[in-house]
Protein backbone atom coordinates (compact mmCIF):
# COMPACT_ATOMS: atom_id res chain seq x y z
CA UNK A 1 0.00 0.00 0.00
CA UNK A 2 1.23 3.49 -1.17
CA UNK A 3 1.25 6.23 1.67
CA UNK A 4 -0.67 8.05 -1.59
CA UNK A 5 -3.77 5.50 -0.81
CA UNK A 6 -3.81 3.11 -3.52
CA UNK A 7 -2.65 -0.62 -3.53
CA UNK A 8 -0.41 -2.25 -6.24
CA UNK A 9 -1.75 -5.23 -6.77
CA UNK A 10 0.20 -5.78 -10.21
CA UNK A 11 2.60 -8.39 -9.06
CA UNK A 12 6.40 -7.90 -11.26
CA UNK A 13 5.75 -11.82 -12.76
CA UNK A 14 2.71 -10.27 -14.11
CA UNK A 15 4.19 -7.52 -15.90
CA UNK A 16 5.20 -7.12 -19.40
CA UNK A 17 7.29 -3.83 -18.86
CA UNK A 18 8.95 -2.52 -16.45
CA UNK A 19 6.37 0.57 -16.71
CA UNK A 20 3.63 -1.04 -17.90
CA UNK A 21 0.40 1.73 -19.06
CA UNK A 22 0.30 5.41 -19.63
CA UNK A 23 3.85 7.11 -19.09
CA UNK A 24 3.88 9.74 -16.56
CA UNK A 25 3.50 12.51 -19.08
CA UNK A 26 0.64 10.83 -20.59
CA UNK A 27 -1.44 10.87 -17.50
CA UNK A 28 -0.44 14.67 -16.71
CA UNK A 29 -1.62 15.46 -20.23
CA UNK A 30 -4.54 13.35 -20.05
CA UNK A 31 -5.44 15.14 -16.39
CA UNK A 32 -4.77 19.03 -17.68
CA UNK A 33 -7.01 18.19 -20.91
CA UNK A 34 -10.28 16.62 -18.69
CA UNK A 35 -10.13 19.34 -16.59
CA UNK A 36 -11.30 21.78 -19.39
CA UNK A 37 -14.46 19.84 -19.29
CA UNK A 38 -14.77 19.02 -22.84
CA UNK A 39 -15.46 15.47 -22.62
CA UNK A 40 -17.89 16.31 -19.65
CA UNK A 41 -21.01 15.68 -21.27
CA UNK A 42 -19.67 12.10 -21.98
CA UNK A 43 -18.86 11.81 -18.43
CA UNK A 44 -22.31 12.98 -17.61
CA UNK A 45 -23.78 9.91 -20.76
CA UNK A 46 -21.38 7.32 -18.15
CA UNK A 47 -22.54 8.02 -15.27
CA UNK A 48 -26.26 8.02 -16.39
CA UNK A 49 -26.10 4.77 -18.13
CA UNK A 50 -24.30 3.14 -15.03
CA UNK A 51 -27.20 4.33 -12.76
CA UNK A 52 -29.98 3.20 -15.08
CA UNK A 53 -32.15 1.13 -13.55
CA UNK A 54 -30.63 1.13 -10.39
CA UNK A 55 -33.33 2.12 -7.31
CA UNK A 56 -32.27 5.63 -5.73
CA UNK A 57 -31.34 3.23 -2.02
CA UNK A 58 -29.17 1.24 -4.34
CA UNK A 59 -25.75 0.42 -3.13
CA UNK A 60 -23.62 0.10 -6.27
CA UNK A 61 -20.57 -1.68 -6.61
CA UNK A 62 -18.56 -0.59 -9.63
CA UNK A 63 -15.22 -1.23 -11.25
CA UNK A 64 -13.49 1.22 -13.54
CA UNK A 65 -10.62 -0.90 -15.43
CA UNK A 66 -8.41 1.16 -17.05
CA UNK A 67 -9.53 4.05 -14.79
CA UNK A 68 -6.89 6.52 -15.91
CA UNK A 69 -6.41 9.61 -13.03
CA UNK A 70 -10.29 8.47 -12.15
CA UNK A 71 -11.90 11.37 -14.03
CA UNK A 72 -15.30 9.43 -14.81
CA UNK A 73 -15.48 8.25 -11.05
CA UNK A 74 -14.98 11.08 -10.10
CA UNK A 75 -17.93 12.41 -11.93
CA UNK A 76 -20.19 9.69 -11.00
CA UNK A 77 -19.76 10.05 -7.57
CA UNK A 78 -20.72 13.05 -7.99
CA UNK A 79 -24.07 13.08 -9.61
CA UNK A 80 -24.97 9.59 -8.14
CA UNK A 81 -28.01 10.06 -5.85
CA UNK A 82 -28.33 11.33 -2.49
CA UNK A 83 -29.85 7.68 -1.53
CA UNK A 84 -27.43 5.71 -3.55
CA UNK A 85 -24.29 4.57 -1.88
CA UNK A 86 -21.66 3.70 -4.29
CA UNK A 87 -19.04 1.33 -3.61
CA UNK A 88 -16.12 2.24 -6.35
CA UNK A 89 -12.70 -0.04 -7.53
CA UNK A 90 -10.67 2.28 -9.47
CA UNK A 91 -7.93 0.27 -11.47
CA UNK A 92 -5.23 0.46 -14.01
CA UNK A 93 -2.27 -0.91 -15.00
CA UNK A 94 -0.13 2.30 -14.81
CA UNK A 95 1.17 3.58 -11.59
CA UNK A 96 0.63 7.05 -12.66
CA UNK A 97 -2.73 6.99 -13.21
CA UNK A 98 -3.74 5.43 -10.10
CA UNK A 99 -1.05 7.70 -8.22
CA UNK A 100 -2.81 11.03 -9.83
CA UNK A 101 -5.94 8.98 -9.48
CA UNK A 102 -5.67 8.75 -5.37
CA UNK A 103 -4.01 12.22 -4.90
CA UNK A 104 -7.10 14.00 -6.21
CA UNK A 105 -10.32 11.52 -4.24
CA UNK A 106 -9.42 9.00 -1.61
CA UNK A 107 -12.65 7.64 -1.55
CA UNK A 108 -12.50 5.30 -4.35
CA UNK A 109 -10.42 1.95 -3.87
CA UNK A 110 -7.58 2.87 -6.04
CA UNK A 111 -5.64 -0.16 -7.52
CA UNK A 112 -2.76 -0.79 -9.57
CA UNK A 113 -3.59 -3.87 -12.14
CA UNK A 114 -4.38 -5.62 -15.21
CA UNK A 115 -7.80 -5.91 -16.71
CA UNK A 116 -6.35 -9.61 -17.59
CA UNK A 117 -6.65 -10.63 -13.73
CA UNK A 118 -9.02 -8.48 -11.86
CA UNK A 119 -7.90 -8.40 -8.05
CA UNK A 120 -12.07 -8.98 -7.84
CA UNK A 121 -14.16 -12.26 -6.39
CA UNK A 122 -16.06 -13.85 -9.18
CA UNK A 123 -20.04 -12.57 -9.39
CA UNK A 124 -19.44 -9.18 -6.99
CA UNK A 125 -20.16 -6.23 -8.92
CA UNK A 126 -23.04 -4.54 -10.38
CA UNK A 127 -21.29 -1.64 -13.15
CA UNK A 128 -17.87 -2.49 -14.88
CA UNK A 129 -17.06 0.75 -16.83
CA UNK A 130 -14.17 0.43 -19.94
CA UNK A 131 -13.96 3.98 -21.43
CA UNK A 132 -11.18 4.06 -24.11
CA UNK A 133 -9.94 1.16 -22.76
CA UNK A 134 -8.96 -2.10 -22.83
CA UNK A 135 -11.37 -4.59 -22.19
CA UNK A 136 -11.24 -8.34 -21.22
CA UNK A 137 -14.56 -9.47 -21.68
CA UNK A 138 -13.75 -13.10 -20.11
CA UNK A 139 -12.72 -11.16 -16.73
CA UNK A 140 -15.58 -8.68 -16.68
CA UNK A 141 -18.25 -11.86 -17.09
CA UNK A 142 -16.40 -13.06 -13.71
CA UNK A 143 -16.45 -10.58 -11.94
CA UNK A 144 -19.81 -9.14 -12.45
CA UNK A 145 -23.32 -10.68 -10.68
CA UNK A 146 -25.97 -11.96 -13.37
CA UNK A 147 -27.96 -8.83 -14.74
CA UNK A 148 -25.20 -7.16 -14.02
CA UNK A 149 -23.66 -4.46 -16.65
CA UNK A 150 -20.82 -3.17 -18.64
CA UNK A 151 -20.73 0.02 -20.00
CA UNK A 152 -17.96 0.59 -22.74
CA UNK A 153 -17.15 3.41 -24.08
CA UNK A 154 -14.99 3.52 -27.66
CA UNK A 155 -14.28 5.60 -30.33
CA UNK A 156 -16.26 6.07 -33.25
CA UNK A 157 -15.13 6.69 -37.23
CA UNK A 158 -15.44 10.11 -36.74
CA UNK A 159 -13.46 11.18 -33.22
CA UNK A 160 -10.79 13.51 -33.45
CA UNK A 161 -11.18 13.48 -37.34
CA UNK A 162 -9.51 16.99 -37.24
CA UNK A 163 -6.22 15.94 -35.26
CA UNK A 164 -6.07 12.91 -37.41
CA UNK A 165 -5.82 14.57 -40.15
CA UNK A 166 -2.97 16.80 -39.25
CA UNK A 167 -0.71 14.12 -38.12
CA UNK A 168 -0.80 11.44 -40.66
CA UNK A 169 -0.81 11.35 -44.02
CA UNK A 170 -3.92 9.71 -44.98
CA UNK A 171 -6.74 8.66 -42.91
CA UNK A 172 -7.37 4.96 -43.11
CA UNK A 173 -10.76 3.95 -42.96
CA UNK A 174 -12.14 3.41 -39.25
CA UNK A 175 -14.42 1.08 -38.12
CA UNK A 176 -18.19 2.17 -36.78
CA UNK A 177 -17.06 2.12 -33.14
CA UNK A 178 -19.83 -0.14 -32.67
CA UNK A 179 -18.15 -2.76 -30.05
CA UNK A 180 -19.63 -6.66 -30.83
CA UNK A 181 -21.72 -8.44 -27.94
CA UNK A 182 -19.45 -10.11 -25.48
CA UNK A 183 -19.72 -14.02 -24.85
CA UNK A 184 -21.59 -13.73 -21.61
CA UNK A 185 -23.26 -10.77 -22.11
CA UNK A 186 -26.71 -9.50 -23.85
CA UNK A 187 -26.50 -5.71 -25.88
CA UNK A 188 -28.81 -3.74 -24.09
CA UNK A 189 -28.31 -0.44 -26.64
CA UNK A 190 -25.42 1.41 -28.14
CA UNK A 191 -25.81 5.30 -27.35
CA UNK A 192 -23.89 7.95 -29.94
CA UNK A 193 -22.65 10.86 -28.75
CA UNK A 194 -21.62 13.12 -31.05
CA UNK A 195 -20.54 16.77 -30.53
CA UNK A 196 -17.46 19.74 -31.28
CA UNK A 197 -15.60 21.65 -29.39
CA UNK A 198 -12.51 24.18 -29.85
CA UNK A 199 -9.10 24.13 -28.33
CA UNK A 200 -6.85 27.36 -28.16
CA UNK A 201 -3.48 27.99 -28.18
CA UNK A 202 -0.49 24.94 -28.53
CA UNK A 203 -0.69 23.53 -24.94
CA UNK A 204 -3.69 21.96 -25.24
CA UNK A 205 -3.54 20.81 -28.45
CA UNK A 206 0.05 19.42 -27.36
CA UNK A 207 -1.87 17.99 -24.17
CA UNK A 208 -5.01 16.12 -26.41
CA UNK A 209 -2.15 14.99 -28.85
CA UNK A 210 -0.13 13.24 -25.70
CA UNK A 211 -2.99 11.29 -24.10
CA UNK A 212 -3.79 9.05 -27.40
CA UNK A 213 -2.44 6.94 -29.02
CA UNK A 214 -1.61 9.52 -32.23
CA UNK A 215 1.43 10.89 -30.33
CA UNK A 216 3.35 7.32 -30.96
CA UNK A 217 2.02 6.28 -34.32
CA UNK A 218 2.42 9.53 -35.85
CA UNK A 219 5.44 10.67 -38.11
CA UNK A 220 8.09 13.17 -36.83
CA UNK A 221 6.04 15.54 -39.89
CA UNK A 222 3.18 14.87 -38.43
CA UNK A 223 4.05 16.19 -35.22
CA UNK A 224 5.48 19.36 -36.11
CA UNK A 225 2.44 20.09 -38.16
CA UNK A 226 0.43 19.60 -34.78
CA UNK A 227 3.00 21.46 -32.82
CA UNK A 228 2.24 24.71 -35.47
CA UNK A 229 -1.36 24.88 -34.72
CA UNK A 230 -2.44 27.90 -32.52
CA UNK A 231 -6.55 26.86 -32.55
CA UNK A 232 -8.20 23.81 -33.40
CA UNK A 233 -11.50 22.87 -33.85
CA UNK A 234 -12.85 18.73 -33.27
CA UNK A 235 -15.24 16.65 -33.18
CA UNK A 236 -16.30 14.22 -30.91
CA UNK A 237 -17.56 10.71 -31.48
CA UNK A 238 -18.06 8.10 -29.10
CA UNK A 239 -20.24 5.04 -28.93
CA UNK A 240 -21.49 4.28 -25.30
CA UNK A 241 -22.71 0.19 -25.23
CA UNK A 242 -24.54 -1.32 -22.07
CA UNK A 243 -24.80 -4.92 -22.27
CA UNK A 244 -25.97 -7.31 -19.48
CA UNK A 245 -24.30 -10.45 -17.92
CA UNK A 246 -26.73 -13.40 -18.29
CA UNK A 247 -27.83 -15.36 -15.88
CA UNK A 248 -25.85 -18.65 -15.37
C1 LIG B 1 -6.72 5.71 -23.37
S1 LIG B 1 -6.44 5.52 -21.65
C2 LIG B 1 -8.07 5.79 -20.99
C3 LIG B 1 -8.09 6.11 -19.50
C4 LIG B 1 -9.46 6.46 -18.93
N1 LIG B 1 -10.40 5.36 -19.08
C5 LIG B 1 -9.99 7.70 -19.59
O1 LIG B 1 -10.78 7.58 -20.55
O2 LIG B 1 -9.63 8.81 -19.15
C6 LIG B 1 -6.22 3.76 -21.46
C7 LIG B 1 -5.85 3.36 -20.05
O3 LIG B 1 -5.78 1.93 -19.98
C8 LIG B 1 -4.68 1.59 -19.16
N2 LIG B 1 -4.34 0.17 -19.46
C9 LIG B 1 -3.64 -0.33 -20.51
N3 LIG B 1 -3.59 -1.69 -20.43
C10 LIG B 1 -4.29 -2.04 -19.32
C11 LIG B 1 -4.60 -3.29 -18.70
N4 LIG B 1 -4.18 -4.45 -19.22
N5 LIG B 1 -5.30 -3.29 -17.56
C12 LIG B 1 -5.73 -2.12 -17.01
N6 LIG B 1 -5.49 -0.90 -17.55
C13 LIG B 1 -4.77 -0.87 -18.70
C14 LIG B 1 -3.63 2.63 -19.48
O4 LIG B 1 -2.63 2.75 -18.49
C15 LIG B 1 -4.50 3.88 -19.61
O5 LIG B 1 -4.63 4.55 -18.37
Not at 149 to 160: F, M, N, R, S
Request: with cysteine; proline share 6%; charged share 20%.
Amino acid sequence: MAAHGYTNLLPVQRKRSLDPGDSKEMVAARRRFLATGHYQPIADAVARALLAGLPADARVRCLDAGCGEGYYLRRLAAVAGAGQTLAILGLDISKWAVLAAAKQDRRPTWVVGSNANLPVLAGTLDRVLCLFGFPVHREFARVLRAGGELVQVDAGPEHLRELREIIYPALKPRRTGAAPTPAGFRHLGTETLGYSFALTGAEPIADLLTMTPHLYRASAEGRARAAALSALTLTVDVRLARFARDAG
